[in-house]
């Protein structure tokens, strides 16, 4: 086994071991970390478009657009009476013989049509996988006669560790659970759950019992009482979590 974070007195990291780390943390695909202007596209002249300040995750790969600055992408100018669709990506290279890799953006150019114009292909790559070119597809500039009349960005930004915690938190403090004819509502309250439901039909009883219910755990004995028993019901009670 290599240790490949301690200090060792010979070049031992490598980008290839970054990116491993990388891709296990935020994921193999492509994002944007949820930092400075996210990368914002912004239209700037007729024929550029500025990204501002953020970071791209890009297989692994960490690429900045420094805060306070911004990169500019030129394109040409679109065609009378056509539309068209060019593509913005963050292109990863890699020189096989030196193994320095770069990163840029290009822009390509879709071919004009006069009323269904397609994106433009791209490579798909991945450096961790030996390629040597890897596009990251972040825009497109959707054209109609001589000008942009749409920016679309493509790749999302990433929620960072804090908001997918507050997501996973609200899932398991609630969930709908269909069961003959009720749409329970479960509820996390702290250390306990609340449920209720709505029954529509007609109903003998003045109780229902619902038993083992497959929540996130097995509840047993789950009583609901009616407001009205021939058409609606709700539910009020509680059980603890041990």
Known sequence: MDNITSRQGVA??????????????????????????????E????????????????????????????DEVSYLNGSQGMK???????????????E??????????????????QAPSYTEGNIQEGDLVDDCPFAELH???????????LVPVARNTEELEAEIDELNRKSIIAQSGIDWIVER????????????????ANKLYAIDVQLPFVVDDLIVAF????????YLNKWYIN
């Open 12 to 41: 031992h990291f490598s980008s290839r071991n970054m990116r491993s780390i990388i891709e296990s943390i935020v994921g193999r695909d492509y994002y944007i970390a949820n930092m400075d202007e996210c990368l914002r596209l």
């Open 227 to 234: 407001v009205n028993p021939s058409y609606h019901a709700y």
């Open 100 to 117: 320095i890799e770069k990163q840029e953006w290009i822009c390509i150019q879709g071919t004009p049509s006069e009323s269904d114009p």
């Open 43 to 70: 239209l700037s002249t007729n024929n550029k478009i500025k990204i501002r300040s953020g970071v791209l995750i890009h297989h692994g790969n960490v690429s900045q657009v420094k805060k306070g600055t911004y």
């Open 189 to 204: 309250r702290g250390k306990y759950f609340e449920a209720y439901g709505v029954y529509s039909g007609y109903v003998a």
């Open 84 to 98: 068209r669709i060019d593509l913005i990506v963050s292109r990863l290279t890699k020189d096989a013989s030196t």
């Open 143 to 153: 054209f109609d006669g001589i000008n942009v009349t749409e920016v679309k960005q």
